[in-house]
């Protein structure tokens, strides 16, 4: 199994300010990705993170507002920038380990005022 | 462009029974489905996998089933405990070690 250490847990912040969350894996992986996870809906994914390439971020979720890290095989970050109440979400990371079986950071909670 | 639909969304249950989660999806291409459980405020802890070209999974009180032809899968719950309580959510794959399309999940209820 691999475990996912993300930080922060949850974090309050300011109308137009921006977040980067972390995630460390235990292990290398080749592909890490990231979920947003609104409020009372399911889990939708922001992007692919590959290292040593650009991230492939799914249609609605574009680089300038979710920028996102991956500097080696254990290691990624994804910021949130210029943030706004709707923007109110859990982010969270995963990867896919043996088996294909996926494996999830605990999230981080957002709220934006 | 991959749905996945789960019903029902909530299900409340007395502690013992036995119950059936559903789960479906559009496209049969999938590599593999997934049964994750969350808890409030935590993150996805996986439940069970079932690789396209088996039947089903089981582990403990649990047994996913699969019929890729069809687009479903059940995730059977034996004998429920206050403790089962949480969503679940089914989740498909397109591919080896590729991102996952969730269904939007059945918050469950076991009351003691």
């Known amino acids: 199994s691999a475990v996912i250490s993300q930080k922060p847990s949850r974090d309050i912040c300011q109308r137009g300010t921006s977040l980067t969350i972390q995630c460390q894996v235990d292990?290398?992986?080749?592909?890490m990705f990231w979920y947003r996870q609104q409020p009372g809906q399911s889990l939708t994914l922001i992007a692919t993170?590959?290292?040593?390439?650009?991230?492939?971020?799914e249609s609605g979720f574009v680089i300038d507002k979710f920028p996102i890290s991956r500097p080696n095989l254990t290691f990624s970050t994804l910021t949130v920038s210029n943030m706004s109440p709707e923007d109110s979400s859990i982010y969270l990371c995963?990867?896919?380990?043996?088996?294909?079986?996926?494996?999830f950071g605990a999230g981080t909670r957002l709220s934006v005022l | 462009k991959q749905e996945v639909t789960q019903i029902p969304a909530a299900l409340s249950v007395p502690e013992g029974e036995n119950l059936v989660l559903n789960c479906s999806f559009t496209?049969?291409?999938?590599?593999?489905l997934q049964w994750f459980r969350q808890d409030p405020g935590k993150g996805l802890t996986s439940l069970l996998l079932?690789?396209?070209?088996?039947r089903e999974q089981t582990s403990g009180r649990l047994n996913a089933s699969l019929d890729k032809s069809s687009g479903r899968s059940t995730l059977y719950i034996a004998a429920s405990q206050p403790g089962d309580s949480a969503t679940y959510l089914c989740?498909?794959?397109?591919?080896?070690?590729?991102?996952?399309?969730f269904g939007s999940g059945t918050q469950l209820t076991v009351l003691p």
């Open positions: 079932i690789q396209s070209s088996q």
């Open positions: 993170a590959n290292q040593g390439s650009e991230a492939t971020y």
């Open positions: 989740a498909v794959s397109p591919g080896s070690a590729r991102q996952l399309t």
């Open positions: 292990s290398q992986v080749t592909m």
């Open positions: 496209d049969s291409a999938i590599y593999n």
């Open positions: 995963s990867v896919s380990g043996a088996k294909n079986i996926q494996y």
